[in-house]
């Protein structure tokens, strides 16, 4: 079973940049269909980013353009870029792995398994 653990989180202020890591736990690809979310405190876990089957990279347009997502198929690891972050941004922040059909569109989190434990961003005004 793969395991992917999230970094890169951390306390910023209003406006500043984040790098977020995601990485396996063994010796596998990250590949394709593989999903950025966050949870928000008080709100349902949401899809913010991901890479489809075929290589599409999507973000949801409540944060485009400020989140990208890209991986590095040297190191094996996923990340999300976020410029500009804002207070709303505050949340836990997940990757994860699907499998079809539920690869190429930013689906909701329930059809998904096996989350990481997340990594905690804190944005301040």
């Known amino acids: 079973q793969l395991h992917l653990v999230e970094s890169g989180g951390g306390s910023v202020q209003s406006g500043g940049s984040l790098r977020l890591s995601c990485t396996a736990s063994?010796?596998?690809?990250?590949?394709?269909?593989i999903f950025w979310f966050r949870q928000i405190p008080g709100k349902e876990r949401e899809a913010v980013a991901g890479?489809?089957?075929?290589?599409?990279?999507r973000t949801a347009d409540a944060v485009w353009p400020r989140f990208k997502i890209s991986k590095d198929n040297l190191k094996n690891t996923l990340f999300l870029d976020i410029t500009d972050l804002k207070p709303a941004d505050t949340g836990m922040y997940y990757c994860?792995?699907?499998?079809?059909?539920?690869?190429?569109?930013?689906?909701?989190?329930?059809?998904?398994?096996?989350w990481g434990p997340g990594t905690q961003v804190t944005v301040s005004s």
């Open positions: 994860v792995k699907g499998r079809p059909p539920y690869c190429n569109s930013l689906y909701p989190a329930e059809k998904y398994t096996n």
């Open positions: 890479i489809g089957s075929d290589g599409t990279k």
């Open positions: 063994e010796d596998t690809d990250i590949g394709d269909c």
